[in-house]
């Protein structure tokens, strides 16, 4: 049972450089989120998608779009990368608002 | 609007026991608690509901006061396993997503 999978687990990437974080789960969940984590800063929510078809802005959505391709992929694109997006990104998934959410194991990116 | 968690940082020795508060200024639905060790995803512990609900896992357990949107999680007889940074996630009444406090850093020691 492979629950959260997030591809890369590591990332370099230049300024102005374009990239996209992939998430899928196999849970059959309808809520699929994007995190961010900075030293100090907790986990701060980028965007969200409650269920298949929509997305919503978080506290930080600035510089990032996401899509939610279908129930089980939920996607994070940086268009221009900055050096501000340097963080570990995690994807979550839960069945739904008010249930246990399942994270990834994270993307570690680091912009140059 | 970021929950506060207090404290920041605590150390224990194995045996001893923990608090860790979350406080918000918005009415809350639900507080969700997770622990994330070093280099890992957070990993879910438990949820309260709007309701003044205790809950309980193993030697975990947590408290929510909806009138004070507050909640504390409690750790006693800490084992060496509980290390790791306690975070708490708040959800709004109407609002699907969890805003996270800053987490509490919590060391055990032998």
């Known amino acids: 049972n492979a629950g959260v999978t997030q591809t890369p687990k590591f990332q370099v990437l230049k300024t102005g450089q374009s990239m996209t974080l992939q998430c899928a789960q196999d849970?059959?969940?309808?809520?699929m989120y994007w995190y961010r984590q900075d030293p100090g800063m907790g986990l701060r929510l980028i965007y969200y998608?409650?269920?298949?078809?929509?997305?919503d802005k978080g506290e930080v959505p600035n510089g990032y779009n996401v899509s939610r391709l279908n129930k089980r992929e939920f996607s994070l694109r940086l268009e221009s990368a900055a050096p501000s997006q340097t963080s570990v990104y995690f994807c979550a998934s839960s069945d739904r608002g008010q249930a246990k959410a399942f994270f990834g194991q994270g993307t570690r990116l680091t912009v140059v | 609007q970021q929950p506060v968690q207090s404290p920041q940082a605590v150390i224990l020795r194995e045996g001893e026991d923990a608090v860790i508060n979350c406080s918000s200024s918005k009415a809350l639905y639900s507080v969700h608690w997770y622990r994330q060790k070093h280099g890992e995803a957070p990993v879910f512990l438990m949820i309260?509901?709007?309701?003044?609900e205790q809950k309980g896992h193993d030697k975990i357990s947590a408290s929510f006061n909806e009138k004070k949107q507050q909640s504390s999680l409690y750790l006693t007889a800490s084992q060496l396993s509980y290390s790791g940074t306690y975070f708490c996630g708040t959800q709004d009444t109407g609002r699907i997503a969890l805003t996270f406090g800053s987490g509490t850093r919590l060391q055990v020691q032998p």
């Open positions: 849970m059959n969940h309808n809520s």
């Open positions: 998608s409650a269920s298949e078809g929509t997305t």
């Open positions: 309260l509901l709007k309701g003044g």
